[in-house]
Nanobody, 115 residues
Framework: QVQLVESGGGLVQAGGSLRLSCASS?????MGWFRQAPGKERKFVAG????????VYGDFEKGRFTISGDNAENTVYLQMNSLKPEDTAIYYC???????????WGQGTQVTVSS
């Protein structure tokens, strides 16, 4: 059974930074991050395709968030800079065996940005 374990969430002031980490017990073709704010649907944040090394970002300020990782270690990171209160959400790590298909999910880590 594949397990994804996230870490790095917390409370930060607006303008601050956080780095989320996710370690998987399995190997995948894609790994990425989603987020879900209170009362809103889950949205794609960023993903990395291990087969080609390409990255893709969701439809918001791409320059503030950077996804990276270590394929050999089955680990993915999300560096978040210049955080805003609207970035407050539960951030989920996800992984899959096909491009743009996420099958496995972590339990989520809370990110709260205070104004």
């Amino acid at each position: 059974q594949v397990q994804l374990v996230e870490s790095g969430g917390g409370l930060v002031q607006a303008g601050g930074s956080l780095r989320l980490s996710c370690a998987s017990s399995g190997r995948h073709v894609v790994m990425g991050w989603f987020r879900q704010a209170p009362g809103k649907e889950r949205k794609f944040v960023a993903g990395i395709n291990w087969s080609g090394g390409s990255t893709v970002y969701g439809d918001f300020e791409k320059g503030r968030f950077t996804i990276s990782g270590d394929n050999a270690e089955n680990t993915v990171y999300l560096q978040m800079n210049s955080l805003k209160p609207e970035d407050t959400a539960i951030y989920y790590c996800a992984a899959g065996q096909m491009i743009n298909t996420y099958t496995y999910w972590g339990q989520g880590t809370q990110v709260t940005v205070s104004s």
